[in-house]
């Protein structure tokens, strides 16, 4: 065991909360390590956490790919482009996966060699006085120490008994993107974010997917009125959702997953050749703390934070999807700058009620801010816009008029309370919205503003017109 030199901040964690919180503590002149244990595929240090490599990033990768395919069989008819034969080559597309965050774990690598941020590859140990245990994978012990730590080792995803996952045909996220070929068959379990997104590039892909999801009420964190278009619409895509429906047991035997589950209609069992199990995520806190310096732990597994998101030791942090709060790359990379502010002696502080959420399916589903359901629970009065793509001008030359924009706002002050969008590009729709309501804007202030046309932007324009019934292109109600 050997001590090394002392730095004024260690970060436990690289991903986008941990790499993030290390530069912006390198840019304020802070001596910087960062200790992380994620190993890739080819069996090196691989900077980023789950998101960049086994999260966000390969995912919306295979989305893509998989949307490429999904519009040469289906969606050039209209535009005159007739194409056949058209196959897919899933190794070709796993290893364009595998670049892709290949070159951006490796831009990480460049950016704590620019902003002079020391890297140690192993599992980071939290250990009395600030002291942190690196652990390698030879199981080589080194001991660094600091003024400050901050935490932000991320989360994992949730296993359940009734589907032990074996890495082979019950997978979880992470194996879901390396099939080697499509499976005929593909289940499912849990019909959240990462279940849709998972399930759609399969089923673009030619799998004849299934998602079971034990929640009576499909995407309930979503407002009500766009979850139903967006089901709706992957029901079309032949995505077969059944609700209500509890997983009872998972049997892998050779080739072949037999899963039973149970319903309303009683109790069923399907033959799959592989499944995924993807009903959430936890706080990943497995011996990340010594006994000798105890984190405090909330009912649920988040480490308990103030509002300077500090731990009950003293000048420890913790960040991203250890703490409360929506599992988000950008929520974490946001709290990862906002600590480092703190260590230095600023004062942040981050809106968290302006993050903004996406699931980046086809229709794209994005919402930032409160929900119609959840505001009228409340017992807020509101105003309510709704404009459809099939009225925008660009939509209809895209060929995707899916889904639409609402709006909500206060009766009483017209401030935004919530914008809630189903259809395309609404990832990059959103961001007009986040900035708005990051600014208390009303409707008012974005039906004043002036947008390109055409554009799908103007169905945002249009959603703030109709909120007082003065929208242009669609009946007024």
């Known amino acids: 065991m050997s001590t090394e030199t002392k730095f004024d901040v260690i970060v ?10 290390a530069i ?35 995912s919306k990768a295979l989305l893509e790919s998989s949307h490429h395919y999904e519009q040469l069989n289906h969606g ?17 597309m796993i290893k364009n996966k595998d670049d892709i965050v290949g070159r951006l774990t490796g831009g990480i690598n460049g950016l704590f060699k620019a902003n002079k941020v020391s890297s140690f590859h192993g599992h980071g140990k939290l250990l009395a006085g600030k002291q942190v245990e690196i652990t390698t994978t030879k199981n080589k012990v080194s001991i660094i120490s600091a003024e400050s730590v901050i935490l932000a080792t991320g989360s994992r995803p949730i296993d359940i008994p009734t589907a032990t996952v074996d890495n082979t045909n019950i997978v979880d996220s992470s194996g879901a993107l390396d099939f080697n070929e499509t499976p005929k068959k593909l289940g499912v379990i849990g019909a959240g974010v990462i279940g849709l997104e998972l399930g759609s590039v399969w089923n673009r892909l030619g799998a004849d997917v299934v998602l079971l999801e034990a929640q009576d009420e499909f995407l309930p964190i979503a407002d009500k009125k766009v979850a139903a278009e967006a089901k709706r619409q992957f029901k079309k895509q032949g995505l077969d959702i059944k609700m209500s429906a509890r997983v009872t047991k998972a049997v892998s035997k050779g080739d072949k997953v037999t899963l039973e589950y149970e319903d309303a209609t009683g109790t069923h069992k399907i033959t799959l050749d592989k499944l995924i199990v993807s009903v959430g995520r936890s706080p990943n806190t497995d011996n990340l703390f010594a006994p000798e310096a105890p984190v405090d732990l909330d009912e649920r597994g988040f480490i308990e934070v103030d509002e300077i998101w500090q731990t009950n030791q003293p000048c420890v942090y913790a960040i991203g999807d250890l703490i409360r709060g929506p599992m988000l790359a950008h929520k974490a990379s946001e709290e990862g700058v906002a600590v480092a502010e703190v260590i230095y002696g600023e004062e942040p502080k981050i809106n968290y009620d302006v993050i903004p959420s996406v699931i980046y399916t086809s229709p794209e589903i994005a919402w930032v801010g409160q929900t119609e359901q959840h505001l009228k629970s409340a017992g807020e009065k509101t105003k309510v816009g709704i404009f459809p793509f099939a009225a925008s001008s660009r939509a209809q030359v895209l060929g995707d008029t899916t889904g639409m924009v609402k709006i909500i706002s206060s009766e009483e002050t017209d401030q935004i309370l919530g914008v809630h969008i189903v259809g ?39 959603a703030a017109l109709a909120v007082d019934n003065r929208a242009l292109h669609i009946p007024n109600r």
Do not use: W
């Open 12 to 21: 436990i964690g690289g991903g986008p909360g941990g790499y993030v919180a």
């Open 424 to 462: 395309p590009q609404a990832s990059e729709l959103l961001a007009e919205a986040v900035l708005a309501m990051e600014y208390s804007a009303s409707t008012e202030d974005i039906a004043l503003t002036i947008h390109a046309h055409p554009t799908l932007s103007e169905a945002l324009h249009e």
């Open 76 to 92: 050039l008819e209209n535009h005159g482009i007739k194409v056949s034969g058209v196959k897919i080559d899933i190794p070709a």
């Open 24 to 58: 912006r503590c390198a840019q304020l002149g802070l001596k910087t390590a960062c200790v992380d244990d994620f190993t890739g595929k080819d069996k090196k240090a691989s900077l980023g956490g789950t998101c960049l490599n086994v999260g966000c990033i390969p």
